[in-house]
């Protein structure tokens, strides 16, 4: 499974746009790019994923370059309510295939 | 879209007694099924995959026959946590994936707060 890196923490004010960049080296051929969002004492949510090029659903945009080894989440105009943990995730997609967790960053949002 | 359930969300035990937390896919199959435990401020740590019909498979360090996993349907997968502890205390979080239709978004429970005194 390929390992990810991301920042602990980052700080950010009501409004802004926030960027969360994760680096995953030895990502395989097969693996995708999975962003989830987790809340204290919750289970993660999904917020997006995909494979490159860019993907933008109703709540994030992911950008992910041609040798996919980074990828950047993109929250745009955050409210207090985004504050939250925000995993990288890397991995082949499948019922059966396991997701190892990161360290995750702590998103804080002020106001 | 589809849910994940874990009951019971909050849970104190004495030590020594055992304590099971139940995981249901309410509207899909889930062949497999996840198990972590997430210490506060950490992040989520897999213990076990839970396999429909046949035995789970734990990470290493994980021991087996403390944490008990029965998946007997493909909706309900089961933790028992045996002869709790203190150090057992932590947030047990269960996922499963809705493979339907090439969706592949894991799902994840609500969490069950373990406390053991």
């Known amino acids: 499974l390929a390992k990810t890196t991301q920042p602990i923490s980052m700080d950010s004010y009501e409004g802004q746009e926030v960027n969360i960049t994760c680096s995953h080296n030895n990502i395989a051929t097969n693996d995708y790019i999975t962003w989830y969002q987790q809340f204290p004492s919750q289970g993660p949510r999904f917020i997006i994923q995909?494979?490159?090029t860019k993907v933008t659903n109703e709540v994030a945009s992911l950008f992910i370059p041609a040798d996919r080894k980074s990828s950047t989440l993109s929250l745009p105009r955050v409210s207090l309510s985004d504050t939250a943990v925000y995993y990288c995730?890397?991995?082949?997609?499948?019922?059966?295939?396991?997701?190892?967790f990161g360290g995750g960053t702590r998103v804080l949002v002020k106001p | 879209g589809a849910v994940v359930s874990q009951h019971p969300s909050r849970v104190i035990c004495k030590s020594g007694t055992s304590v099971k937390i139940e995981c249901r896919s309410l509207d899909f199959q889930a062949t497999t099924m996840f198990w972590y435990r997430q210490f506060p401020k950490q992040s989520l740590m897999l213990m076990a995959t839970?396999?429909?019909?046949?035995?789970?498979?734990?990470e290493q360090g994980v021991e087996k026959d403390k944490f008990l996993i029965n998946h007997a349907s493909l909706t309900l997968s089961t933790l028992t946590v045996t002869s709790a502890h203190p150090e057992d205390s932590s947030f047990y979080i269960c996922?499963?994936?809705?493979?339907?239709?090439?969706?592949?978004?894991?799902?994840f429970g609500q969490g069950t707060r373990l406390t053991v005194v």
């Open positions: 996922s499963a994936r809705d493979g339907r239709g090439g969706n592949t978004e894991a799902f």
């Open positions: 995909g494979y490159k």
């Open positions: 839970s396999n429909e019909g046949s035995k789970a498979t734990y």
């Open positions: 995730l890397v991995g082949v997609r499948g019922a059966g295939n396991k997701l190892t």
